[in-house]
T-cell receptor, first 111, second 114 residues
Framework: TQLLEQSPQFLSIQEGENLTVYCNSS?????LQWYRQEPGEGPVLLVT?????EVKKLKRLTFQFGDARKDSSLHITAAQPGDTGLYLC???????????FGSGTKLNVKP | KAGVTQTPRYLIKTRGQQVTLSCSPI?????VSWYQQTPGQGLQFLFE???????NKGNFPGRFSGRQFSNSRSEMNVSTLELGDSALYLC?????????????FGSGTQLSVL
């Protein structure tokens, strides 16, 4: 059983559409990170959130950490083909450098 | 600054053999973590080393072991390989090894066990 449940598992959308990816848990995390991974490469960090209720924006990407620090969401506005990839959330408990990863959301943005 | 380097990139072994994977972290980074990535289980934490000491460990059998050298380079070893050990093994480094730090991942070693 995964500590972090990520949904949806797969998402195939047209360029220009909006989407939201969810990351949920019953555990409280001291920090939560979002990564994007492309085939044949390691994950690349997009953002780290540490405060409950925190919202961070990275161009067309908006990240939110739940008030209770048990869940997070990633919203992409006007998706582009370059956004295609595997999106992973990862949480740390007690600020240990041991991350629990969600199962990932495979996003395909069609031109 | 050079990124995290993992060698080899691909490896094919047979059941029962052992394998050693290598990871060179970003210069100045003292923490090195190892993760196993499979289609079924996703990314799972193996262990983390900081200043040559194992600080955190995941739920993997004792066949999986690792070490870190004084220059922060790390190796992981898997003995008595099983078919289920086929996976992408990822190494990540960070400066201080804290949970709110940025992890820098290597491209991984793709291990196939036949």
């Amino acid at each position: 059983t995964q500590l972090l449940e990520q949904s949806p598992q797969f998402l195939s959308i047209q360029e220009g559409e909006n989407l939201t990816v969810y990351c949920n848990s019953s555990s409280v995390f001291s920090s939560l990170q979002w990564y994007r991974q492309e085939p044949g490469e390691g994950p690349v960090l997009l953002v780290t959130v540490v405060t409950g209720g925190e919202v961070k924006k990275l161009k067309r990407l908006t990240f939110q950490f739940g008030d209770a620090r048990k869940d997070s969401s990633l919203h992409i506005t006007a998706a582009q083909p370059g956004d295609t990839g595997l999106y992973l959330c990862a949480g740390s408990i007690y600020n240990f450098n041991k991350f629990y990863f969600g199962s990932g959301t495979k996003l395909n943005v069609k031109p | 600054k050079a990124g995290v380097t993992q060698t080899p990139r691909y490896l094919i072994k047979t059941r029962g053999q052992q394998v050693t994977l290598s990871c060179s972290p970003i210069s100045g980074h003292r923490s090195v973590s190892w993760y196993q990535q499979t289609p079924g289980q996703g990314l799972q934490f193996l262990f983390e080393y900081f200043s040559e000491t194992q600080r955190n460990k995941g739920n993997f059998p004792g066949r999986f072991s690792g070490r870190q050298f004084s220059n922060s380079r790390s190796e992981m070893n898997v003995s008595t390989l099983e078919l289920g050990d086929s996976a992408l093994y990822l190494c990540a480094s960070s400066a201080k090894g804290q949970g709110n730090e940025k992890l820098f991942f290597g491209s991984g070693t793709q291990l196939s066990v036949l």
